[in-house]
């Protein structure tokens, strides 16, 4: 059973502060990994993917992959109330086009 | 503006009754997927297809059906053996590569009254 773990959260974070939301995933096999943000009664909206360990980085958001730990991270620098929503971990196997999805952590940025 | 688009944003389904969701495409995409969300419970597969004329089960399939006629719709139908239809939910679509991520439509949230 492949398994995406997040902390439902919330997180708190204070304006101008940077954000940092954390995935880990049980399958040593995942190959890619994608952050969708969604707001509150909206659908999920695809923000960040990564697929080589390291970093990548995107205006205020940064993805970090570990594929030896087996997490990937999120960082939002300069966070604003507009940032206020819930974040989705999801993560894709070799040769397969089916993501397993984290339950999301929700980001609360306080002015 | 290519996209994807669900109809209607909100239904009111009867006791017994069986309702269809609309979901159509215009991003040339190949793959198309039916999700459900509920509150706490992240998002559940209910069905997905990789080409026309094929779709498979997700993993909360009973209780619902689908079609692939043309690749740029991917009609949901919630018939009256899906016990627990109350839920928000949400169709994408993608090319089939590792590396692409889904586009989503705006959802539909159904009610059962």
């Known amino acids: 059973q492949k398994e995406v773990e997040q902390n439902s959260g919330p997180l708190s974070v204070p304006e101008g502060a940077i954000a940092s939301l954390n995935c880990t995933y049980s399958?040593?096999?995942?190959?890619?990994f994608f952050w969708y943000r969604q707001y509150s009664g909206k659908s999920p909206e695809l923000i960040m993917f990564?697929?080589?360990?390291g970093d990548k980085e995107d205006g205020r958001f940064t993805a970090q992959l570990n594929k030896a730990s087996q997490y990937v991270s999120l960082l939002i620098r300069d966070s604003q109330p507009s940032d206020s929503a819930t974040y989705l971990c999801?993560?894709?196997?070799?040769?397969?086009?089916?993501?397993?999805f984290g339950r999301g952590t929700s980001l609360i940025v306080h002015p | 503006d290519g996209g994807i688009t669900q109809s209607p944003k909100y239904l009111f389904r009867k006791e017994g009754q069986n309702v269809t969701l609309s979901c159509e495409q215009n991003?040339?995409?190949?793959?198309m997927y039916w999700y459900r969300q509920d509150p706490g419970q992240g998002l559940r597969l209910i069905y997905y297809?990789?080409?026309?004329?094929?779709?498979q089960k997700g993993d909360i399939a009973e209780g619902y059906s689908v079609s692939r006629e043309k690749k740029e719709s991917f009609p949901l139908t919630v018939t009256s053996a899906q016990k627990n239809p109350t839920a928000f939910y949400l169709c994408?679509?993608?090319?089939?590569?590792?590396?692409?991520?889904?586009?989503f439509g705006s959802g539909t949230r159904l009610t059962v009254v």
């Open positions: 399958d040593r096999g995942s190959q890619s």
């Open positions: 994408a679509s993608s090319i089939r590569q590792e590396n692409y991520g889904y586009t």
């Open positions: 999801a993560v894709k196997s070799g040769g397969s086009y089916i993501p397993t």
């Open positions: 297809s990789q080409i026309v004329n094929d779709f």
């Open positions: 990564i697929y080589s360990n």
């Open positions: 991003l040339n995409h190949d793959a």
